[in-house]
């Protein structure tokens, strides 16, 4: 059974095997290499942000997906948005709904806020296309550049 978790302060050793496994969460398998994982110190300091929005996807114990997003404060009302910066399905996992769900914890969770918008950069078809089926508008300007809001 999937379950989809924001991670908090206490969930630095998921943070750390995000970095070190991130090949098998990229879209291109093969190609990404390790990140380098945060300090100890770092990757609490990361968690206890109320900026970080981390949410990942468990099978289990397992982590089968991520989504990591940040809020950021903008010049117009409320003052603030979000950018989903990354979100990645086990390559092993695909195809199951896993990247909705995780979409769908980002929805949930700004319909708890005042913040009315997220935002993406997506650089391939495929990653558009996702995003367009989650109910993100690719910008007419900036084909790259998609908004979702509620």
Do not use: N
């Not at 998921?14 to 291109?28: G, I």
């Not at 996807?57 to 948005?81: N, S």
């Amino acid at each position: 059974m999937i379950t989809i978790r924001r991670l908090g302060p206490g969930d630095e050793d998921v943070v750390t095997y995000l970095s070190l496994e991130d090949p098998s969460f990229d879209a291109h398998p093969g190609k990404a290499e390790p990140l380098e994982a945060l300090s100890a110190t770092a990757t609490a300091a990361f968690l206890a942000d109320p900026s970080v929005l981390h949410w990942v996807a468990f099978d289990g114990e397992e982590v089968v997906g991520h989504m990591f997003c940040v809020v950021h404060p903008i010049r117009t009302p409320p003052g603030r948005e979000v950018l989903l910066f990354e979100i990645g399905v086990h390559h092993e996992r695909r195809r199951q709904g896993i990247g909705r769900r995780l979409m769908g914890a980002l929805g949930d969770w700004l319909a708890t806020t005042d913040i009315r918008s997220a935002w993406v950069l997506a650089d391939d078809a495929d990653a558009t296309a996702f995003y367009e089926a989650c109910g993100y508008t690719v910008a007419a300007d900036q084909p790259t550049y998609l908004t979702f809001d509620r």
